[in-house]
């Protein structure tokens, strides 16, 4: 399990966001503590390291998409502030891109929006700090359009985390967790 972290400000030229990446930490679980279940112990890590950096639960969030009651669980070892990520499911109804076209009209559902979302901010410069290890798990994942010959679709989707472990041996789960 992955936290990464990093520092919100407003650009001075721009007034934009700007999202500096300053940092990812593995969240270990002890397997010889058998009173404490897993989840429980990366809750109480993923508290504790955040804690440490100074960030406040309403400027955290955790991954619910393999199992929701993560978050109950963070709830209660941390607070209900923690924001709650579904990567799973449909894309969002929100504007996306310059164009301000509907997510749901140009990617095929939410962990593509996310991602893709993502490189369109590097892309304006709005985050900045990536390291090694996140742009070779960003660039790794395969993605693909709709679109065919004398098709107007082009709704992008991204390569399965499931194919992609087949295909590479590896998880982008810092990917994930930025």
């Given at each position: 399990?992955?936290?990464?972290?990093?520092?919100?400000?407003?650009?001075?030229?721009?007034?934009?966001?700007?999202?500096?990446?300053?940092?990812?930490?593995?969240?270990?679980?002890?397997?010889?503590?058998?009173?404490?279940?897993?989840?429980?112990?990366?809750?109480?890590?993923?508290?504790?390291?955040?804690?440490?950096?100074?960030?406040?639960?309403?400027?955290?969030?955790?991954?619910?998409?393999?199992?929701?009651?993560?978050?109950?669980?963070?709830?209660?070892?941390?607070?209900?502030?923690?924001?709650?990520?579904?990567?799973?499911?449909?894309?969002?109804?929100?504007?996306?891109?310059?164009?301000?076209?509907?997510?749901?009209?140009?990617?095929?559902?939410?962990?593509?929006?996310?991602?893709?979302?993502?490189?369109?901010?590097?892309?304006?410069?709005?985050?900045?700090?990536?390291?090694?290890?996140?742009?070779?798990?960003?660039t790794a994942r395969r993605y693909n359009t709709g679109a065919t010959a004398g098709s107007v679709d082009a709704t992008v989707s991204i390569e399965p985390k499931?194919?992609?472990?087949?295909?590479?041996?590896?998880?982008?789960?810092?990917?994930?967790?930025?």
């Open positions: 399990t992955i936290s990464y972290f990093g520092l919100l400000g407003e650009e001075m030229n721009t007034g934009l966001s700007v999202l500096l990446l300053v940092g990812y930490e593995v969240l270990k679980d002890d397997m010889t503590e058998k009173t404490i279940p897993r989840n429980f112990q990366i809750a109480r890590a993923f508290r504790r390291e955040s804690e440490k950096r100074g960030v406040v639960p309403r400027n955290a969030g955790v991954d619910v998409s393999g199992s929701p009651a993560f978050g109950d669980i963070v709830a209660r070892e941390w607070s209900s502030d923690v924001f709650r990520s579904q990567f799973g499911g449909k894309s969002t109804g929100g504007r996306v891109g310059e164009d301000r076209a509907m997510a749901k009209d140009r990617y095929a559902n939410r962990v593509t929006e996310l991602w893709f979302e993502a490189r369109n901010h590097m892309e304006f410069g709005q985050i900045r700090g990536v390291c090694p290890d996140l742009a070779r798990e960003l499931k194919k992609m472990r087949g295909r590479t041996g590896a998880s982008p789960d810092i990917a994930d967790a930025f």
